[in-house]
């Protein structure tokens, strides 16, 4: 499955890509070699961290390439009154008698904890496309559903402040 992207985001990974390969990677290199000179591999601390590092670097690397090769481009076309990309969106779980208010996002700049949601999500799955007033139910992984009301949508657009997660 190809992951679905903004231009901003394949624009934030190669960013973050040409930045490790063209600094960080020299730079970690020139720590590798370093600790390597400290003799004894077999119980140098600083030599296993350096490789430790590179290792970190260079699947980062692979990850950010791949992710930019197989992506989808999109862009939000929702409606005045739809949700959409970069929406904050308020809504009403009848069942725990309670208002929640998240951010829909593409799958690259998720943070559940910041309640910023990927369009991909249970909750953003269910939002995605729907407008003010609308019932829906939130289908879980774990086959648990609820049911939600939309009660506002704040358009938002993609301002670049958000960070591309890390794995």
């Given at each position: 499955?190809?992951?679905?992207?903004?231009?901003?985001?394949?624009e934030?990974?190669?960013?973050?890509?040409?930045?490790?390969?063209?600094?960080?990677?020299?730079?970690?290199?020139?720590?590798?070699?370093?600790?390597?000179?400290?003799?004894?591999?077999?119980?140098?601390?600083?030599?296993k961290?350096?490789?430790?590092?590179?290792g970190?670097?260079?699947?980062?690397?692979?990850?950010?390439?791949?992710?930019?090769?197989?992506?989808?481009?999109?862009?939000?076309?929702?409606?005045?009154?739809?949700?959409?990309?970069?929406?904050?969106v308020?809504?009403y779980?009848?069942?725990?008698?309670?208002?929640?208010?998240?951010?829909?996002?593409?799958?690259?700049?998720?943070?559940?904890?910041?309640?910023?949601?990927?369009?991909?999500?249970?909750?953003?799955?269910?939002?995605?496309?729907?407008?003010?007033?609308?019932?829906?139910?939130?289908?879980t992984?774990?086959?648990?559903?609820?049911?939600?009301?939309?009660?506002?949508?704040?358009?938002?657009?993609?301002?670049?402040?958000l960070?591309?997660?890390?794995?």
């Amino acid at each position: 499955m190809n992951n679905e992207l903004t231009k901003k985001d394949i624009e934030k990974m190669q960013e973050e890509m040409e930045y490790r390969i063209g600094v960080l990677r020299p730079k970690i290199l020139e720590e590798v070699k370093f600790a390597r000179s400290h003799g004894d591999l077999s119980e140098n601390f600083e030599y296993k961290a350096a490789k430790q590092e590179r290792g970190k670097n260079e699947s980062r690397i692979r990850f950010l390439r791949n992710m930019i090769k197989t992506a989808v481009i999109i862009e939000d076309t929702s409606l005045e009154n739809e949700v959409g990309l970069y929406d904050k969106v308020t809504y009403y779980i009848e069942e725990d008698d309670e208002e929640e208010t998240v951010m829909i996002v593409t799958t690259v700049r998720h943070d559940a904890l910041s309640n910023i949601v990927s369009k991909e999500s249970p909750i953003g799955k269910a939002l995605f496309g729907r407008s003010i007033g609308d019932k829906v139910t939130v289908n879980t992984d774990s086959g648990i559903s609820y049911d939600v009301v939309i009660k506002r949508i704040e358009k938002g657009e993609d301002d670049g402040t958000l960070s591309i997660r890390k794995y």
